[in-house]
């Protein structure tokens, strides 16, 4: 879908900052409060960044084409969609994809959560392109070639596995006013084949290039094998592998699947809402959300080496970190200083249509 909010866009500004250069800030497991407008000197000296290479980011998860248009009342009506909502679509809406084309003006973005997000982290990164890899499933289609474009266009180094069985996946946005309907069909987004794709020796290649791995919980409903597989590798190479909660009914319905990944995972992003879903889940007894950080930050981990960094947003409100002792990310940059990119990113996104960006950024 489209961008979701504070959360995600958080999540996407701080992955950029991982690998444009990060660390974590120092601490003995307790947690950090970080404001809004919480952020860190800039580097000493002024100096240029290192030079990163390509592929150095990788994204897996669920592509959609997002299309977006400003409709009319009747065009909801016909469809039986609210003017502010967020649903996934049913055979109702099975013609409402090609209307909206044909009807209305409408633009084309690369969508879904996780190539929403490695498509601003190369936003942030900006030089060199490529430095974010992708994979999704996509169909051979029409929609499946303007997305591939619309990858390309955003310099993401995409590597769909394409197939015939479902149409390529699309989220179309609604636009009344000041408002906004989404409908979402996964369609091929659900399709993934790990054996198909993933395991190709020259797609393995990627992921083994890679220092620095996002993926949204909503993958461990299409393909939680291969969720398992990247994650896996990462943590057996001492590189970042990070986890976003993405919505409460991922830690409601795919507990099993989360919990297999969880060892692994150095980064855990989710907002106050799913983070309490989280916490329900695992039985920790508490609605404090610093409590609930620093108790998922506490579960098991199978790379010691790295101590679990979990961020969870709260919407205007501060915040919540919980991380322990200096561990290198790509670069020499501190977490607060990932977290302040985020919110960045958040700032500019929440204000365009769709997951959509400046030319360039101005964050310094």
Known sequence: MAARGRGGAVARGWVARAV?????AAGSGGEATLGQRSGAPPRPGGEAMPTLSENV????????????????????????LKPNDQILAEEKHKELFEELVKKFKVEYHAGGSTQNSVKVAQWMIQSPYKAAT???CIGKDKFGEILKKKAEEAHVDAHYYEQSEEPTGTCAAC??????????????ANCYKKEKHLDLEKNWKLVEKAKVYYIAGFFLTVSPEAVLKVAAQASANNKIFSLNLSAPFISQFYKEPMMKVMPYVD???GNETEAATFAREQGFETEDIKEIARKTQA??????????????????????????????????RPVTECIRAGHYAASVIIKRSGCTFPEKPDFH
């Open 20 to 24: 444009a250069g990060g660390s974590v």
């Open 175 to 188: 636009i009344t006013s000041d408002n906004r309907s989404l409908v979402a069909n996964l369609a091929a």
């Open 267 to 269: 980064v855990l992003f």
């Open 57 to 80: 980011l990788f994204g897996m998860g669920n592509p959609l084409l997002d299309i977006c248009a400003v409709v009319d009342k009747d065009f909801l009506d016909k469809y039986g």
């Open 134 to 136: 992708f994979f999704g």
């Open 299 to 332: 579960l098991p981990k199978a790379n010691t080496k790295r101590q679990r960094i979990v961020v969870f947003t709260q919407g205007k409100d501060d915040t919540v970190m919980a991380t322990g002792f200096l561990s290198q990310l790509v670069y020499d």
